[in-house]
């Protein structure tokens, strides 16, 4: 019987996976090192809840320089989390919620895969005292 439930658990994991294609670990280090850092989770937290932004508007009331918010943009572009698009002289910056997403997916596979360990661990002790 233990073996059954093994084998659907395998099966609906095999099924998960084939939903939607997870990021890889060389894809999922730039887009979390990108976000581990203040400013640009900042900036990201910015764009989410204002929409599109000039480097201008990002800049207002801040203490960072348009150079340095630039720097930091770049660094969010190649993670694939921004992009810009050019308005007359203007860049302006949109965050790409597919990649915020994938984030999320792996973050909630991760933590999916922490929870079966406890449970795993659980079941060890409570049948090993």
Same mark, same amino acid.
């Given at each position: 019987m233990?073996?059954?439930?093994?084998?659907?658990?395998?099966?609906?994991s095999?099924m998960s996976?084939a939903?939607?294609?997870p990021?890889?670990?060389?894809?999922?280090?730039?887009?979390?090192?990108?976000?581990?850092?203040?400013?640009?989770?900042?900036?990201?937290?910015?764009?989410?809840?204002e929409?599109p932004?000039?480097?201008? +508007?990002?800049? %207002?009331?801040s203490?960072?320089?348009?150079?340095a918010?630039?720097? $930091? &943009?770049?660094?969010l !572009?190649?993670?694939?989390?921004?992009?810009?698009?050019?308005?007359?002289?203007? +860049?302006?910056? %949109?965050?790409?919620?597919?990649?915020?997403?994938?984030a999320?997916? $792996? &973050?909630?596979?991760? !933590?999916?895969?922490?929870?079966?360990?406890?449970?795993?661990?659980?079941?060890?002790?409570?049948?090993?005292p």
């Amino acid at each position: 019987m233990a073996t059954a439930g093994r084998n659907n658990s395998q099966i609906s994991s095999a099924m998960s996976k084939a939903r939607s294609s997870p990021l890889k670990l060389s894809e999922a280090a730039p887009l979390f090192a990108a976000l581990g850092d203040e400013t640009r989770l900042n900036l990201v937290s910015r764009l989410c809840n204002e929409g599109p932004l000039s480097i201008v +508007r990002l800049s %207002e009331n801040s203490s960072i320089t348009r150079q340095a918010i630039t720097k $930091h &943009l770049r660094a969010l !572009a190649d993670a694939g989390l921004v992009h810009d698009t050019q308005k007359g002289r203007e +860049r302006i910056w %949109e965050l790409r919620p597919q990649r915020i997403e994938k984030a999320r997916e $792996h &973050l909630a596979r991760i !933590a999916q895969e922490w929870d079966a360990a406890l449970g795993r661990l659980q079941t060890f002790l409570r049948d090993n005292p």
